[in-house]
């Protein structure tokens, strides 16, 4: 039996999974890239150090998903492409910066996996995914729904990426779902525009009293075949498991049922990318929530080589 | 659509969610008042720091409860009035401090929401409150039943405010029920004497085995329309999700079984009053214990703010 | 009533539960002792210190379980006989000192309780363990199987314990169980040997979707009456209940989980010993993975009490 | 002897100093006032909640400098004024509102004590006092010079403020100096431009071989009886003084330098204001940085005290 | 050569120095104990977790101390006592219990080096050494002088044991010297009581100005061949070297400041013992609050070898 | 004026200064490599994340500097060549790999700037640099002399290095020097050996007493003009500056006198390569002791910078 292992896994420059570093994604299947932006931020902020902490926890994630029975290593070719820069304090210039940051990765071919960074980027990622492939179909987990339309005067900060999104056109709601939004509002009407607007939002309660099977099965059908964007605020997650993000909130979800739901709802579907947003290092001594959040990651990329394989082996 | 708010959650002096800070509680349907004493504490004291961590965590709680569908703001005047003054290492000068202070509070005809400080405060708590509305329904979360009669030779404690409460006759046992008692005791028949006086003890092992909804149906059926006081004690949860406190405890429960009993039970009885203690900042390294405590006293006013509601459209 | 205590818990020298201290097991009945060595860790050192957070967590621990209504105190000897010198840096000349320092606790016929360290000591207690009693039936609970043969070209460290004690006939593999096994592996057929000695592998998804009760009625079948020893790996947990361990994993159990199936599953069996591994104290800051770790060795002592019990009532 | 406390420090709402909270300084010598904004951070954010962190360690000074020998409250009326709304992302609107929010306070006859927030907003702070005073003389302690034109493309951020003081003659140059600069620069000429405008810039390696008399000299010298501004950098600290701050610099000065040079120097000059900026708890655990900022504030308050003193008993 | 070492130093029960435990001090030169009593405390509790502390820091301490040429081990029979059981919430009590258990120690013949605890501990550790020595010559850093007569209407906590020390005749207040003293006071005549007692105190800004030597110079002066007391408060360290204690204060000593004074004094004087006191784990990340804190014991016991050695020499 | 940076310094994947990675050296001045090693550590481990930690930290590190006036990037080519794989567990297969992961870098002509991990990294680093340059003279900062001849029975790990650098010839004892060696030690005698053998031990209490200048020239005049080896172990620096290392010492000095000497020395001598070793992350939570250590690496290569220009110029 041979030995698994020449480099011990805490060796070696930090990249997502030490997959190797290349700057731009030629030849990958998916391409990993950080958005270290956190000026959205409303609460506490340092989210800019996301992407750091989400390769630093990633190092110890190895290719093989005994859930989906799929390994990364096997059926795809996964790169790190580094960070955008972006500018601390200048909002609407940093969208554009990721807009056109991203855009590049979406035309190669790669399917990229954005690591932020606060919610406020989500915009930037759906710019760049519209782009590319038009109106997607958002699967959004969160405690959050980000609908709001502005936020002291300004249209942009992490609580109103899908307002823009879907002002903009850049999803498509009758195809789109918020799953696991919870927590004190700031009216009782908080939620109609959106709602009104033909997205589906599973509130963190039905969720909880319903279970992860109906609300699976009703994801996989408003999307189809249609090319889907997972955007996954990593306080999805209950304030336990997710201790380092800045608006933490309670009454949430385990990993679990977090990964649970990731590798069936993304090995069914047309995933054209996804983001993992809202680790906040500062705020995680152990380090669980960037492993938490490196793990969804890991867990698209099962779900990527999953679905590669079903398609091989039709 | 107006955007929702001009001032960022995190300016301004910290006062409970940002109500206004009012000496005295004219006027107002709740008054959150700090007790910020930890000298009845056996293990890790800290818990002085408490209502400083549960104001500051308090900070993001927004005032609309979907699962109530109740908004604070719009049934409620909330205030704080800051904290009352104890004196450390004074046991007994202190709990009469808590009830001197408290007693004005039950009076003005404002709901208190009291933030410990150790659980000892409790007994300065029912003092008070049983001078104003005699004998109550103790509806009480934790993991220990503190009725102890004394610790080291000396009767205060917080081990030993319940022991007492029932000796000066505060409570009303054949109404009141402990829930989420677990974790290792000092003997066999550490429980006994609670019981024979009357008091339902759930163990943390029955609820966990037989859920949520026969407990509380329980206990909505023992309190009545009796006056009755919360008292949570943040190790109700487990250690998971309330690391900060002094002795915490494994086994335990998540902040949505906790959240959703609260709600259940409180927006459906005659609340005189409420406390929640023995958060510890210090083992609380992402504010999550503190969160979690600040969401209890939000379930709380929302249940108020909710039978005010049911009262109403009557 | 008599007052409990007359020493505050967190006074004195710290041993495991407030036990004397005793440098040998004469008269124990059970004997805890440390050790603390960790230069088998792959990813984050540092568990030498896990026996020094084990004996401090512990001084809340109280002796009466009131799961099984079993009394440590009052059916058992509890010493603590301290720690077992090791090398670090060389792992070999260890697990010599290791199993050389066992042998006379498990030859005194007294049960020792022992506290890593890393999970490469277990070899040294299997084969401290085997010399007294043969093979043993393992009831190992962990969210890695450690049956790798080797790392970095060299056999042993903390992810190949068991592939030894296989090789070496320590285990009964027809016996023996691992439970609560996930996470992305090194590749499909990482945990084929295994399986192909006998060993049945409990995935972690098998346990979230089929429960408890299945898998502890197996474990009691398949060891039966022969002499077992129990490895509880802290990271069986997940990760919020266990943050401080060196490669903490998401997707795991609670400590309710975990403490209800030592107690059902030791008081049933004939335990000839156990080892608590992993406990990482530099990544434990609110000290609650050193509290899961403590109270999963008060479970099990709590259940050669309650065994103890039954024998004496039958 | 009277006792000299009737309430313990660590009650009540967090003010500064435990001062009264007054909205607008009516009947003030000096009034307290955060600005809770990092939008200008170049590296680590989060000194958004130094303002709140300065409050909490202030809550333990005392009225009276043994140094000075001045008491602040026999002198001095203190209030607290709260924070300044700012928007987070966008920084040219901030910089206004800040601006906006000084000018009243400026106008109003007492002294500003400025709570930062980055050292972005010192252009806000400069920018009102120059509206009322007119150019202003600097004293500015500090790691870096903060003059470079511009960031990433665009003008402001914390790394630039005495360039557009300088630009837009808010401060003086000939009567301004600099005091602690040190760490690495980006090239040989960064500090040319500054100098060529005629500002004094004291190196760190000139301070620690020649020490405090001489700078304290030639500080007084520099600014005679213009209104003068301290803008206090907490990185003029060494590291090891002030952990707590978004880019620490090694090679600093410790609390008893800084101190005494502040008390030497505002306690002769006409002192317009000040502000204290780049407290970053997030990275203070002990609150130590916290501590020396505030104790900064407090040596200015206490030089104030001492300056009225020698007036009225000329 | 030997190898010097054969059990590593992070193995065993923690006793201070890896000292033999033995519950009296029977035969012994020195022994040390505990009081972990923090019920004195004015602002942030948890000294009572400081002989925990200090005795995991000193583990790293070795025997030979090069600058006094002192070794202890060769010269003195060190035992570890444990600790003083006190009451938490009961001042009054503790002090009595603190004493009670201490007058047996300064009976025995060894010294005692007692380890805090907050600062009032020293009221019982010197009406202990009172007891059996008379009035005894007070040597004491710290930054605060605690001489006040009370705090919010009671006679005793941490801000007053010198107070009452002098009341009662305990400190020969012409032969004792505080040393350090700093930072904001209650009022301009704070200090006048003690110093109209004869107390000499040395303010932190007169030891800053003048150095070491004149101040040691007078001490052993002031003390000449009178039993002395060494009562050394953390907080006479910089907050840089003391951030784990309960009220830092900056402008203060460095670790080889007081290192340098005790062991100049100590080694030249009669000591009849020590109390270390105001350490405070929780805020002590790094643990070099408890390293200097152990370390000051390590520099009274080298004091006492080498004193013992020149009276053996001479 | 242009802008002075197009990325921010918390973009992009780490590596040291934000230098390019390359695999080997070639082309290079100065050659960056971790050796992510500490399986020799005596007490707390950790270092293997050292290199990472340093990485991190030298982010903000920019090229210039001021006291040498010479900038790195203007006169070396830097590379970082990521990390030497190691055996956690297996001291002496480690210290092969190190040395033979080192001599390919010595050869090729770029100095090294080696990255610990523990001390007895060192033994390896000087095997390298004897292979290639022969005995050289070593330059040491450090608390310990590190000159035992075994632990526990075992001949290497953190406090042996020198002891068989002297035994092996690979350093040059008469023309080395160790600067900083204080705290308790094992015995009197424990530095007479290396004593004995021609090393100049410089105690920290005689650097304390005499002052940097006496003791650079005496570095200076024993190295002369042969290669010379600096090995900087972060515990030179005082607990204060250092709390992120294995065995903190109090006593020390401060980073001001470590980078004085450190540049003094090392732009007048012809340095063959350095390590910076013993900064153990998991203790640093401000990362000071990181940001102290990249510090030492960067006044090293600004040494070289400035020597560089000193040649060219002449």
Chains 1, 2, 3, 4, 5, 6 share one sequence.
């Not at 909002?91 to 406020?120: N, Q, Y």
């Not at 994801?219 to 997710?242: N, Q």
Request: glycine share 10%.
């Amino acid at each position: 039996m041979a030995f698994v292992n020449s480099s011990p896994r805490f060796c070696g420059i930090r990249t997502f999974m030490r997959m190797p570093f290349q700057s731009t994604p030629e030849g990958a299947d998916v391409a990993v890239v950080g958005v270290p932006f956190d000026s959205g931020t409303s609460y506490r902020p340092g989210t800019r150090f996301g992407p750091a902490a989400l390769r630093e926890a990633s190092t110890i994630l190895k290719p093989y998903c005994s859930v989906l029975d799929a390994d990364i290593n096997e059926m795809l070719k996964v790169v790190d492409c580094g960070d955008i820069d972006t500018i601390p304090g200048y909002m609407e210039e940093s969208l554009d910066a990721i807009r056109d940051g991203l855009i590049p990765l979406f035309h190669s071919g790669a399917t990229p996996v954005i690591l932020g960074g606060d919610h406020s980027i989500s915009l930037g990622s759906l710019r760049a995914a519209h782009a590319v492939h038009g109106p997607v179909a958002l699967v959004h987990f969160d405690a959050h729904s980000d609908t709001i339309s502005g936020y002291y005067g300004k249209p942009y900060n992490h609580g109103t990426p899908f307002y823009w999104a879907l002002k903009e056109g850049l999803i498509s709601p009758e195809h789109s779902t918020q799953i696991g939004i919870r927590g004190p509002l700031y009216s009782r009407d908080a939620l109609s525009w959106p709602k009104s607007q033909g997205l589906r939002i599973v509130m963190g309660e039905e969720l909880h009293r319903r279970g992860m099977e109906p609300i699976i099965a009703e994801v996989l059908k408003r999307v189809g075949d249609r090319p889907a964007f997972l955007s996954f605020d990593i306080d999805f997650l209950d304030a336990t498991a997710a201790p380092g993000t800045g608006t933490p909130e309670v009454e949430g979800f385990t990993t679990y049922e977090a990964l649970t739901m990731v590798r069936a709802i993304c090995s069914q579907l047309n995933m054209t990318g996804m983001d993992l947003v809202e680790v906040l290092p500062d705020k995680d001594p152990s380090g669980i929530t960037a492993l938490a959040g490196a793990s969804v990651a890991h867990a698209f990329m099962a779900s990527l080589a999953s679905r590669k394989m079903q398609h091989h082996t039709r």
